[in-house]
């Protein structure tokens, strides 16, 4: 089969189309990627080289298989359309042909163009025969002409280049699927290790309230009910007491005693809550909280607390003065000797700053998440995830030898409150 009987590369029909626009589709063509090549099959004569120059002409990109076995799955997959003559569909190895396009991925049906000079029922058969492996089949009965080629190529690779963008859009879905994973695999060892923490900051904090309860329970036995076992004492002597020299001195005993109980309850009262945090506010609450320490601990503690930062929601102004007490006290307690600031801001629109800073030898921040936490960092970590449920913000800035500066910024509002405002500024 020789190419002056397969093509009629003169016909007039060529003439009239090789406008401008045709000239300029040629130009488009000589840029197309590689994976838009064509492979040329055609184990008959010259016709393989034939196709190749003519389409090479046209700006097309091929690739011609001189057999059957060349033919591989690789150049399936990156192939824009294959053109082969029934002599390779109908030879002995055409099945190798047939059972690399059965194994295209889901998303490629690779276009084949078929050569064919047979009649009616060879066509059909080898239609039927292609059909079986490849979804989309173009016969050819020979002789064709230059343009009926070039445009059957053209179609084929424009079926080709929408595969290849379901191709690209079903990779980039899975790695989108793959990203989801990682981020839910890594939000998910996130949730397990801070539900970790959280299970040992809980049995921290019962430890603690179980020793402030032991604490609390102590004073009141060995000191409260000293004293009033004492007072109970001194009155049953007061009963059995005639002379009135004496009675008069035990009266004053007791008077004592009782007041002593009296003031051992007051401290115990305010330690627990102070009546100067909720009638006068958190910034007379930190004044009172320094003289105290200064009194008790001999520290050096300078407050400077903007009254107009008072928080107004009782549980924020609360927290607040139970936190700079345990930051204080870890400041008395860690900075031996070192003199402590506090300051209280108000931050617009609507919050509170509020910084504990000393200039004791300080520490490594990080090791607050360490997996065994000391006192001092179990207590930093309580007030981090209070600060946290409240919607607020809490940073250290400290290093060995530095210091510490501590700062809390929390809404002057409950959460509750906030809430509230927000859906309230929702409906309007």
Avoid at 125 to 151: H, Q
Avoid at 270 to 281: F, I, R
């Amino acid at each position: 089969m020789q190419l002056r009987s397969n093509f009629n590369s003169h016909a007039p029909v060529d003439g009239p189309l090789m406008n401008n626009t045709t000239r300029d589709e040629h130009a488009r063509m000589s840029r197309m990627h590689k994976n838009e090549r064509v492979i040329i099959i055609a184990p008959v004569g010259q016709d393989a080289a034939a196709m190749a120059a003519l389409l090479g002409a046209k700006g097309f990109e091929t690739q011609i298989c001189h057999g059957l076995d060349e033919y591989s799955r690789q150049n399936t997959d990156s192939a824009g359309a294959l053109l082969l003559t029934e002599e390779a569909l109908e030879s002995a190895r055409g099945s190798l042909l047939l059972d690399v396009l059965k194994a295209q991925p889901p998303w490629s049906e690779l276009p084949l163009i078929i050569l064919t000079s047979g009649g009616e029922s060879r066509r059909a058969g080898l239609l039927n025969l292609a059909a079986a492996a490849a979804g989309t089949v173009t016969l050819l009965e020979r002789p064709i002409s230059t343009l009926t080629l070039t445009r059957s190529v053209q179609v084929a690779l424009r079926s080709r280049r929408r595969q290849y963008q379901v191709r690209d859009l079903v990779t980039q879905l899975a790695n989108l699927n793959q990203t989801l994973e990682q981020r839910v695999a890594k939000r998910t060892a996130e949730a397990v290790e801070q539900a970790h923490k959280l299970r040992l900051l809980s049995a921290e904090l019962s430890l603690a309230e179980e020793a402030e309860r032991r604490r609390i329970a102590e004073m009141l036995h060995e000191d409260l009910q000293q004293l009033l076992v004492a007072a109970r004492m001194q009155l049953a002597v007061l009963c059995r007491t005639r002379g009135a020299a004496q009675r008069e001195t035990i009266t004053h005993e007791i008077a004592d005693v009782l007041e002593r109980s009296f003031q051992l309850t007051r401290s115990l009262t305010v330690e627990l809550a102070p009546p100067v945090l909720h009638e006068c506010g958190l910034a007379a609450a930190l004044e009172w909280l320094a003289a105290e320490t200064r009194k008790n601990y001999n520290v050096e503690v300078t407050v400077e607390a903007d009254s107009a930062a008072n928080p107004e929601a009782a549980d924020v102004r609360i927290f607040l003065f139970r936190a700079v007490r345990e930051l204080l006290l870890n400041s008395v307690k860690h900075a031996v000797g070192s003199p402590v600031h506090i300051t209280m801001q108000h931050l617009r629109p609507d919050k509170v700053r509020i910084i504990v800073a000393d200039g004791g030898p300080g520490f490594d921040p990080t090791s607050l998440d360490a997996q065994r936490a000391d006192s001092q960092t179990f207590g930093l970590l309580n007030i981090r995830e209070r600060v946290s449920s409240f919607g607020g913000k809490f940073h250290i800035n400290s290093a060995p030898k530095r210091g510490t500066r501590i700062t809390l910024s929390l809404l002057r509002g409950s959460a509750g409150q906030v809430r509230s405002a927000d859906g309230q500024g929702g409906q309007r």
